[in-house]
């Protein structure tokens, strides 16, 4: 995908103009385990600011911050740590994520109210203020240190996930932590956006949410939502140009450039998933309406018996149909048509005969296409997750310990 | 469990009156790996019959047969094999259902419209009915038969998961087979029961309904509902005495040992779920409705992430509040009160101080109780699972090849 040549050679958050980054280690986690753990994400000028949260009831103390500051539809910059949700934390939780918004305003020079805070890693650990007052100093901000800062955000992700994209005189750049707790509907994952272009704030909502519909709420790693997912996009206008709103002439193309960076950090964040050794796109077609073929696709590529036959290259189709017949979607058994990538090994809902060789070898590649034609209508939907694997549970039986 | 006096030592479905059953090896699956696989459960006289059936839209040709012949609210028997689902096998698998239930109504001397039918094991397979013609004069029928018919339908189960109940002058017997693709609402899992208890057909139905839903409808393994699931009771009034029917005196008593025997079950499955090496009930208190408590129970005892979590024996309870904030049930994140076994981990919704080594001691058990109090309101409910392994990915990876 990053053949595209809308996608700028090692790009990120601060490919747009006007954005600057920095990261440290604070040791937030293990002060004896340094590695980058805190940082900034800053904006010279003031930014039209939209997000998408968390849907779950149980939200961080960060999140709720955030949700309260957005309310202006403005800000400037977002401090970020992983290692700890502060989730779970109370009434010293808050404060906690207050006064980390503070010490990181002081440091960027912007006002309290217009800095954002993100947190991830453990729930119900107290963030160590102490370890963040003294290392936040340290935090340099520079025109290119949006690639440090994509690594201080990775918790069980194996690489750091960024990009931008060049839209119609402006840039959208991005950065996303992914790995476990995700699943589609919940905003799902921690990833900020930033661009250049100068952006209603309305808009901007709009867009964003839009793009999430389409790349992060169709992301399935091990349907658990999380406590502290959001999605965050700032737009500086530092590009210059006339503002795009709903109905203006750049506001198709806008939209396109989002969606395309989008839909690739959710890729990305697939592919490295908990204990992933293979991307899984689910593509299903023919269903009676597109909320049906969203649901469809959704359940398929989050079925861990589907997962788990996926690692095992092991054809063992039955699971996504059984799969699709639990969604909630309208299906037709004897309708069902399947292929995994260019073999079909269901017509009519019934197996056909596959060379099962090949598709065991299809199925043994990094990136698998599931493709489920529900032939009852014309709505279509793509999902994304990975393989479970052994490696998942290791991950996950020993992440506080 | 089993040392409640009300439960028969060494139960099964042929410990009520009037039951006979029979197993056989057919190499349904295999022709040259034999173990028991095909199966009859026979009452001698006719049976008020009622069954609780998967809500998965692809339902499997046998699930279709016994949903039309149980309109009639009466069946004698029932035929059902292991090893294929015969689930997603069009015409030509309705009709060897209709055909395996014929041979077996001949073998066993009913009316072939009293024969229900039951397959479990791979989807999308067509059963080898050469082997199954030939196989069905095998079968054995005697009355303690049931042990070889529990064994028959066992997938990835370990153990035959079977027993019995006293009640009132009557007793209920019960077997199921479980392991994989197992969530709830879907009836879940195969399970048989019988009594020789005289029951009104339709307080026999609603009395089922209840007993599933405070059971297996608790019960989840991998989130995954099959195409095949079933709960069904024949009840054939051997035991004599007044018809039992909704507002007569031995109701409760039928209701209460129906509950007692397919919640005995519903926890013989979940400890014997695939690749599991732990028990886990939840217990989730002080919800606003029983609903709820229901939701967030089950949401809980389904999280990819407590489970591997009580795997590692890591008291990483922040999981245990993220899955119940997302279930959809009214939770107020300060008000939360946690206790793994006897140890409380949160209070108000924050953490509190706990020995962790003998919190972690406590996790390495067989069985492990999470404990939840939303301190809201009185609704209450308890889920069953079990902790999730290496193992349940190996068994899935490698199922059909």
Redesign the interface.
């Given at each position: 995908m990053k053949t595209d040549p809308d996608f700028i050679p090692s790009g990120g958050v601060t490919s747009p103009g006007g954005f600057t980054a920095g990261a440290t280690s604070a040791g937030v986690k293990n002060k004896d385990k340094r590695r980058p753990d805190l940082g900034i994400l800053l904006s010279e000028a003031p930014c039209a600011a939209a997000a998408v949260f968390t849907?779950?009831?149980?939200?961080a103390a960060p999140v709720l911050l955030d949700m309260a500051r957005l309310k202006k539809g403005t800000a400037r910059a977002v401090v970020m740590n992983s290692g700890c949700?502060n989730?779970?934390?109370?009434a010293?939780?808050t404060a906690d994520a207050i006064e980390m918004a503070e010490l990181a305003a002081r440091h960027a020079g912007v006002k309290p109210e217009d800095m954002l805070v993100a947190s991830t890693g453990?729930?119900?650990?107290?963030l160590p203020m102490d370890r963040i007052r003294a290392a936040m100093p340290r935090i340099k901000l520079t025109a290119d240190g949006g690639h440090d800062l994509a690594r201080a955000i990775m918790t069980t992700d194996t690489v750091p996930k960024e990009a931008a994209v060049k839209g119609d005189g402006f840039i959208i750049g991005g950065m996303l932590k992914g790995s476990?707790?995700i699943h589609p509907d919940?905003a799902t994952l921690l990833c900020f956006l930033t661009t250049d272009a100068p952006v209603d704030i309305s808009f901007l909502q709009r867009a964003l949410r839009r793009a999430v519909d389409v790349s992060f709420n169709m992301l399935s790693i091990?349907?658990?939502?999380?406590?502290n997912d959001m999605a965050l996009i700032l737009a500086s206008g530092a590009a210059g140009g006339k503002t795009i709103a709903q109905g203006t002439p750049r506001a198709p193309a806008f939209q396109r450039a989002l969606n395309k960076l989008c839909i690739y950090l959710a890729r990305e964040a697939a592919r490295d998933g908990e204990g992933a050794t293979k991307l899984i796109e689910v593509k299903v077609s023919g269903a009676k309406s597109q909320q049906d073929a969203r649901l469809a696709a959704r359940e398929v590529v989050?079925?861990?018996?589907v997962k788990?036959?996926v690692?095992?290259?092991?054809?063992?189709?039955?699971?996504v149909?059984?799969?699709?017949?639990?969604s909630g979607a309208?299906?037709a058994?004897?309708k069902?048509e399947l292929y995994l990538g260019d073999n079909r090994v269901?017509k009519?809902?019934?197996?056909v005969e596959f060379d099962k060789q090949k598709v065991?070898k299809y199925l043994d590649g990094k990136e698998v296409l599931i493709a489920l034609d529900l032939h009852l209508g014309r709505g279509a939907a793509t999902a994304w997750g990975c393989d479970?694997?052994?490696e998942?549970?290791?991950?996950?039986?020993?992440?506080?310990?």
């Amino acid at each position: 995908m990053k053949t595209d040549p809308d996608f700028i050679p090692s790009g990120g958050v601060t490919s747009p103009g006007g954005f600057t980054a920095g990261a440290t280690s604070a040791g937030v986690k293990n002060k004896d385990k340094r590695r980058p753990d805190l940082g900034i994400l800053l904006s010279e000028a003031p930014c039209a600011a939209a997000a998408v949260f968390t849907t779950n009831k149980v939200k961080a103390a960060p999140v709720l911050l955030d949700m309260a500051r957005l309310k202006k539809g403005t800000a400037r910059a977002v401090v970020m740590n992983s290692g700890c949700a502060n989730a779970c934390t109370g009434a010293k939780g808050t404060a906690d994520a207050i006064e980390m918004a503070e010490l990181a305003a002081r440091h960027a020079g912007v006002k309290p109210e217009d800095m954002l805070v993100a947190s991830t890693g453990v729930i119900g650990m107290m963030l160590p203020m102490d370890r963040i007052r003294a290392a936040m100093p340290r935090i340099k901000l520079t025109a290119d240190g949006g690639h440090d800062l994509a690594r201080a955000i990775m918790t069980t992700d194996t690489v750091p996930k960024e990009a931008a994209v060049k839209g119609d005189g402006f840039i959208i750049g991005g950065m996303l932590k992914g790995s476990g707790m995700i699943h589609p509907d919940m905003a799902t994952l921690l990833c900020f956006l930033t661009t250049d272009a100068p952006v209603d704030i309305s808009f901007l909502q709009r867009a964003l949410r839009r793009a999430v519909d389409v790349s992060f709420n169709m992301l399935s790693i091990d349907g658990d939502g999380s406590t502290n997912d959001m999605a965050l996009i700032l737009a500086s206008g530092a590009a210059g140009g006339k503002t795009i709103a709903q109905g203006t002439p750049r506001a198709p193309a806008f939209q396109r450039a989002l969606n395309k960076l989008c839909i690739y950090l959710a890729r990305e964040a697939a592919r490295d998933g908990e204990g992933a050794t293979k991307l899984i796109e689910v593509k299903v077609s023919g269903a009676k309406s597109q909320q049906d073929a969203r649901l469809a696709a959704r359940e398929v590529v989050g079925s861990a018996l589907v997962k788990a036959a996926v690692h095992g290259s092991d054809p063992n189709w039955g699971r996504v149909l059984a799969a699709a017949g639990r969604s909630g979607a309208a299906v037709a058994a004897e309708k069902m048509e399947l292929y995994l990538g260019d073999n079909r090994v269901v017509k009519n809902g019934s197996p056909v005969e596959f060379d099962k060789q090949k598709v065991v070898k299809y199925l043994d590649g990094k990136e698998v296409l599931i493709a489920l034609d529900l032939h009852l209508g014309r709505g279509a939907a793509t999902a994304w997750g990975c393989d479970l694997s052994e490696e998942y549970v290791k991950i996950n039986a020993e992440y506080t310990t």
